[in-house]
């Protein structure tokens, strides 16, 4: 237990700084990644995509999310074209197919592709020309042999030997429906595919129909399938926003699984250490995950604040587990640049993967690399042309998993603020005792103590104050503040002004940091552009440099140095990331995701060992704690009551988190946090403070 009654925090799981491999050719999209797993211990991995040819006209093909690739998706499903005849009559199937889709003046489409990739080695086995596909299957089978099956837009559902590239059948299915693979209990390997009011098991070498389940649905956009431990195979079918679990042999339906208010985009299954399995069912806003055959609800993810009308994409749901015992739940949603990870088992967020700028096209877990020390698992995640191969990292026990616990169920205080909090920084006072200073609208700046909040010095700022930080310089610590025109020192200990400067500031959006060059100068991090960030040098008013590295829209920006001299910036994001910068070097060191909403807070507090600690807060009211060096997720903080505006965290000597964070809400409050308890929750107001002090 922690000292704040705390259960023992579990070792959180975050990705890798950069992905391990990128799997990427030059003239093939890589979407839906599946991956499977042959007895010798030989992983492949599969994707569909088009080729990417020029047009008639010389201009290259579309991007990923053209009409071919079901770009437009709606409610989290993909709406791929029609296909229509070609010239010659018909839609020439396998090698050499073209394909007519639904784009503006009917331009033909190239021929899709079916790669098979070796993971290990990262080259590529087999590619399969047919037309483009909806969605893709591939299965390993204990004789060696594997399969890999498509659902293409034409409606039709082929099979193919992955390894030689040979095509056992091709039969008619359900457009913009579902497919799976598995295992019947006599050792059969089956394709499960949506039909027209119902789930067509099929057999996977001949194509014949060997059972219909039936569902109350004509569409199914979603199936999933596992084997369990005893021998039985589950086949889990979205229809709508309710989710159908069958026992295959008996066509017995073992649970009807409802909660949804979306359709449901994408199913996953995974055989649990219990005999049974655990289901995750996503729409476009919601992950929900239930225990099989029991039905019952585990947990329930929000990765959207609000549900989507549109976007660009395929989602991506996958399952897998790790050899400590837990089950992983990651999610891409249409539309959406970044990967959510849980835990299936606890219900812990887990820190996201980046995957870049554009929309994902889908993901799927893979075995941990070997030459990864500390790896749990891999995760492909497709961009669109490429497949990132993101290694998974259990945190050491450095990061400080219980602190992050701990914050997530301490109690807070709440103070009335006398008008909006703009920024809110730690400094230390008389006898390094910390001291909380937070700027309020009309220029007002306040020093107090945080266990009880007795106002130590009220300081006057000239206007409004932009942004706080204690800046450690040669001649001891100050209190710096900087406003749109003016940067201001104070010592913290006495509230005496030390020093002033003007600076001319430059055509810049807002965030803005205090920071110094490592020589007591100080300097401001501003944001230049939607893209862009740079440093300003107040003492001789001009620009130093804009760091190299690219942004992802900042709004919000905090900067610290570590005590070997290094320095950090963070940056959040309207997108809901928080970047991580090499200060000296102007590179992205690590990407934090994901939140919500734009994170319009972040602040960074050096640990003894010399470590950071990252505080990010967005404006769906949500704080969560990030360990800079692993980007693990420590501790989340959800339902504070309104928009974070403003943040401040101090490590103690004994590793003690101070945290506090400012609402935008209509009457604002300061919240405060310590997970060593200082004093009970609690409600004053300053007035009230002010006139027990005296």
């Given at each position: 237990?922690?000292?704040?009654?705390a259960?023992?925090?579990?070792?959180?799981?975050?990705?890798?700084?950069?992905?391990?491999?990128?799997?990427?050719?030059?003239?093939?999209t890589?979407?839906?990644?599946?991956?499977?797993m042959?007895?010798?211990?030989?992983?492949?991995?599969?994707?569909?995509?088009?080729?990417?040819?020029e047009?008639?006209?010389?201009?290259?093909?579309?991007?990923?999310?053209?009409?071919?690739?079901?770009?437009?998706?709606?409610?989290?499903?993909?709406?791929?074209?029609?296909?229509?005849?070609?010239?010659?009559?018909?839609?020439?199937?396998?090698v050499?197919?073209t394909?007519?889709?639904?784009?503006?003046?009917?331009?033909?489409?190239?021929?899709?592709?079916?790669?098979?990739?070796?993971?290990?080695?990262?080259?590529?086995?087999?590619?399969?020309?047919?037309?483009?596909?909806?969605?893709?299957?591939?299965y390993?089978?204990?004789?060696?042999?594997?399969l890999?099956?498509?659902?293409?837009?034409?409606?039709?559902?082929?099979?193919?030997?992955?390894?030689s590239?040979?095509?056992?059948?091709?039969r008619?299915g359900?457009p913009?429906?579902?497919?799976?693979?598995g295992?019947?209990?006599?050792?059969?390997?089956?394709?499960?595919a949506?039909?027209?009011?119902?789930?067509?098991?099929?057999?996977?070498?001949?194509?014949?129909?060997?059972?219909?389940l039936d569902?109350?649905?004509?569409?199914?956009?979603?199936?999933a399938?596992?084997?369990?431990?005893?021998?039985?195979?589950?086949?889990?079918?979205?229809?709508?926003?309710r989710?159908?679990?069958?026992?295959?042999?008996?066509?017995?339906v073992?649970?009807?699984?409802?909660?949804?208010?979306?359709?449901?985009a994408?199913?996953?299954?995974?055989?649990?250490?219990?005999?049974?399995?655990?289901?995750?069912a996503?729409t476009?806003?919601?992950?929900?995950?239930?225990?099989?055959?029991d039905?019952?609800?585990?947990?329930?993810?929000?990765?959207?604040?609000?549900?989507?009308?549109?976007?660009?994409?395929r989602?991506?749901?996958?399952?897998?587990?790790?050899?400590?015992?837990?089950?992983?739940?990651?999610?891409?949603?249409?539309?959406?640049?970044?990967?959510?990870?849980?835990?299936?088992?606890?219900?812990?967020?887990?820190?996201?993967?980046?995957?870049g700028?554009?929309?994902?096209?889908?993901?799927?877990?893979?075995?941990?690399?070997?030459?990864?020390?500390?790896?749990?698992?891999?995760?492909?995640?497709?961009?669109?042309?490429?497949?990132?191969?993101?290694?998974?990292?259990?945190?050491?026990?450095t990061?400080?998993?219980?602190?992050?616990?701990?914050?997530?169920?301490?109690?807070?205080?709440?103070?009335?603020a006398?008008?909006?909090?703009?920024?809110?920084?730690?400094?230390?006072?008389?006898?390094?005792?910390?001291?909380?200073?937070?700027?309020?609208?009309?220029?007002s700046?306040?020093?107090r103590?945080?266990?009880?909040?007795?106002?130590?010095?009220?300081?006057?700022?000239?206007?409004?104050?932009?942004?706080?930080?204690?800046?450690?310089?040669?001649?001891?610590?100050?209190?710096?503040?900087?406003?749109?025109?003016?940067?201001?020192?104070?010592?913290?200990?006495?509230g005496?002004?030390?020093?002033?400067?003007?600076?001319?500031?430059?055509?810049?959006?807002?965030?803005?940091?205090?920071?110094?060059?490592?020589?007591?100068?100080?300097?401001?991090?501003?944001?230049?552009?939607?893209?862009?960030?740079?440093?300003?040098?107040?003492?001789?008013?001009?620009?130093?440099?804009?760091?190299?590295?690219?942004?992802?829209?900042?709004?919000?920006?905090?900067?610290?140095?570590?005590?070997?001299?290094?320095?950090?910036?963070?940056?959040?994001?309207?997108?809901?990331?928080?970047?991580?910068?090499d200060?000296?070097?102007?590179?992205?060191?690590?990407?934090?995701?994901?939140?919500?909403?734009?994170?319009?807070?972040v602040?960074?507090?050096?640990?003894?060992?010399?470590?950071?600690?990252?505080?990010?807060?967005?404006?769906?009211?949500?704080?969560?704690?990030?360990?800079?060096?692993?980007?693990?997720?420590l501790?989340?903080?959800?339902g504070?009551?309104?928009?974070?505006?403003?943040?401040?965290?101090?490590?103690?000597?004994?590793?003690?988190?101070?945290?506090?964070a400012?609402?935008?809400?209509a009457?604002?409050?300061?919240?405060?946090?310590?997970?060593?308890?200082?004093?009970?929750?609690?409600?004053v107001t300053?007035?009230a403070?002010?006139?027990?002090?005296?």
């Amino acid at each position: 237990m922690t000292r704040d009654g705390a259960g023992p925090a579990i070792p959180p799981i975050a990705p890798a700084a950069t992905p391990h491999a990128r799997l990427a050719t030059a003239l093939v999209t890589q979407l839906s990644p599946v991956r499977a797993m042959l007895p010798n211990g030989r992983e492949l991995l599969a994707t569909c995509g088009l080729a990417r040819a020029e047009r008639p006209g010389g201009a290259d093909e579309p991007a990923p999310g053209g009409a071919a690739a079901g770009g437009l998706a709606d409610s989290g499903v993909n709406a791929p074209p029609r296909v229509k005849p070609t010239p010659a009559g018909g839609v020439a199937d396998d090698v050499g197919a073209t394909v007519v889709g639904a784009v503006p003046g009917g331009t033909d489409l190239p021929a899709g592709v079916v790669t098979i990739w070796d993971v290990r080695h990262r080259r590529v086995l087999r590619t399969i020309a047919t037309v483009p596909a909806e969605a893709l299957a591939l299965y390993a089978l204990p004789d060696g042999r594997c399969l890999v099956a498509t659902l293409g837009i034409d409606g039709m559902i082929r099979v193919w030997d992955a390894l030689s590239g040979r095509r056992h059948w091709k039969r008619h299915g359900s457009p913009r429906g579902g497919l799976a693979m598995g295992e019947l209990p006599d050792g059969r390997a089956v394709v499960v595919a949506g039909a027209d009011y119902a789930v067509r098991v099929r057999d996977a070498f001949t194509g014949d129909r060997l059972s219909d389940l039936d569902t109350p649905s004509q569409r199914i956009p979603a199936v999933a399938c596992t084997r369990l431990a005893d021998g039985r195979t589950l086949v889990a079918a979205a229809t709508g926003a309710r989710v159908t679990v069958w026992d295959v042999t008996g066509r017995a339906v073992l649970a009807a699984l409802t909660g949804h208010r979306l359709p449901v985009a994408a199913l996953a299954l995974h055989p649990d250490a219990d005999g049974g399995a655990v289901l995750a069912a996503a729409t476009g806003q919601k992950v929900r995950v239930w225990s099989i055959p029991d039905g019952d609800l585990r947990h329930t993810f929000t990765c959207r604040a609000e549900p989507p009308l549109a976007g660009v994409g395929r989602p991506g749901l996958d399952l897998t587990g790790t050899a400590d015992g837990r089950v992983l739940v990651a999610y891409g949603a249409v539309g959406a640049p970044d990967i959510w990870l849980w835990d299936a088992m606890s219900g812990h967020q887990q820190a996201g993967v980046p995957a870049g700028r554009g929309p994902t096209w889908g993901v799927t877990f893979m075995s941990a690399p070997p030459d990864v020390p500390g790896a749990a698992a891999m995760l492909g995640v497709s961009t669109g042309h490429t497949v990132r191969l993101w290694p998974l990292l259990t945190a050491p026990d450095t990061a400080g998993a219980s602190v992050g616990a701990a914050l997530a169920a301490q109690p807070a205080s709440v103070d009335e603020a006398p008008g909006r909090v703009s920024a809110l920084a730690f400094v230390p006072g008389q006898n390094a005792r910390p001291l909380l200073a937070s700027a309020h609208a009309g220029g007002s700046l306040y020093l107090r103590e945080p266990a009880g909040g007795r106002v130590a010095h009220e300081l006057g700022t000239g206007g409004d104050v932009e942004t706080l930080a204690a800046l450690h310089l040669a001649a001891g610590p100050v209190l710096a503040g900087a406003s749109s025109r003016t940067v201001r020192a104070w010592d913290p200990a006495t509230g005496r002004a030390v020093a002033e400067y003007r600076w001319t500031p430059p055509p810049r959006l807002a965030g803005l940091a205090v920071s110094t060059d490592g020589a007591d100068d100080p300097v401001l991090v501003l944001v230049r552009a939607l893209d862009r960030i740079a440093v300003w040098d107040v003492r001789r008013d001009r620009l130093v440099r804009e760091l190299s590295g690219r942004a992802r829209i900042p709004r919000s920006l905090a900067a610290a140095r570590r005590a070997d001299g290094r320095a950090l910036v963070a940056s959040g994001s309207y997108d809901g990331a928080v970047q991580l910068w090499d200060f000296d070097a102007g590179t992205v060191t690590r990407t934090l995701v994901p939140h919500l909403a734009p994170v319009k807070a972040v602040a960074l507090a050096v640990r003894p060992d010399d470590g950071v600690v990252v505080l990010s807060g967005d404006d769906a009211g949500t704080l969560r704690v990030w360990d800079a060096d692993s980007g693990a997720l420590l501790g989340v903080r959800q339902g504070l009551g309104g928009p974070v505006a403003a943040l401040a965290c101090r490590v103690q000597s004994d590793g003690g988190l101070l945290v506090a964070a400012a609402l935008d809400a209509a009457q604002p409050v300061v919240l405060r946090w310590s997970t060593h308890p200082v004093v009970p929750a609690q409600r004053v107001t300053d007035g009230a403070r002010d006139a027990a002090a005296t």
